[in-house]
């Protein structure tokens, strides 16, 4: 797509988080934890046809960055996705996400009797599997949709 087609405008100062797999955006925000409460701005595309996914959605956050536990988060359910840093209109960083071994916070553990998911200062760690992530304190394994276990804070 040429800059004259530009479906979602630029964007000044913050990330753009490209090649998201299509329909998984509104999980890309769970996941940062934005539901429009905190008054960031978000532009996002959906099911936007790319050259090399076919469709893609794309989430372009002012202002923002993400923290590495976010991005670990991200690449479960995005592994090709690329995060660009923008400042003053220009991409001055672009970063490719990579599987990680483990995962620390953002997701809950779904086992309530886990240690992580009582009144403690535990913070969740899951290790990544081939196909899902398990818990490293219960051994609790999320198969599927992360999606429904992403912390709501
Ligand atoms: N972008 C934006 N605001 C800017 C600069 C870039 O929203 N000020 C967006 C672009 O629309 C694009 C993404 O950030 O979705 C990456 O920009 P760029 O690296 O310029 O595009 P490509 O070269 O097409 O990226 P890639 O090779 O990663 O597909
Ligand atoms: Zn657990």
Same mark, same amino acid.
């Given at each position: 797509?040429?800059? @004259?087609?530009?479906?979602?405008?630029?964007?000044?100062?913050?990330?753009?988080?490209?090649?998201?797999?299509?329909?998984?955006?509104?999980?890309?925000?769970?996941?940062?934890?934005?539901?429009?409460?905190?008054?960031?701005?978000?532009?996002?595309?959906?099911?936007?046809?790319?050259?090399?996914?076919?469709?893609?959605?794309?989430?372009?956050?002012?202002?923002?960055?993400?923290?590495?536990?976010?991005?670990?988060?991200?690449?479960?359910?995005?592994?090709?996705?690329?995060?660009?840093?923008?400042?003053?209109?220009?991409?001055?960083?672009? +970063? +490719?996400?990579?599987?990680?071994?483990?995962?620390?916070?953002?997701?809950?553990?779904?086992?309530?009797?886990?240690?992580?998911?009582?009144?403690?200062?535990?913070?969740?760690?899951?290790?990544?599997?081939?196909?899902?992530?398990?818990?490293?304190?219960?051994?609790?394994?999320?198969?599927?949709?992360?999606?429904?276990?992403?912390?709501? @804070?």
């Amino acid at each position: 797509m040429t800059d @004259t087609e530009l479906r979602v405008s630029k964007i000044e100062n913050g990330t753009v988080i490209d090649h998201v797999p299509g329909g998984e955006a509104l999980t890309v925000l769970a996941i940062l934890g934005i539901d429009g409460s905190g008054g960031e701005v978000v532009s996002i595309g959906m099911n936007v046809p790319s050259d090399r996914l076919g469709k893609k959605d794309i989430v372009k956050i002012e202002g923002r960055e993400l923290s590495q536990a976010e991005v670990d988060v991200l690449s479960l359910i995005a592994p090709e996705a690329t995060i660009n840093i923008v400042r003053a209109f220009e991409v001055i960083e672009k +970063h +490719h996400v990579t599987r990680p071994e483990t995962v620390r916070g953002v997701l809950s553990c779904p086992n309530a009797n886990c240690i992580t998911t009582e009144n403690e200062p535990v913070e969740s760690r899951f290790d990544v599997l081939d196909a899902g992530v398990r818990c490293v304190y219960c051994e609790t394994i999320i198969d599927g949709s992360i999606a429904s276990h992403i912390h709501s @804070t």
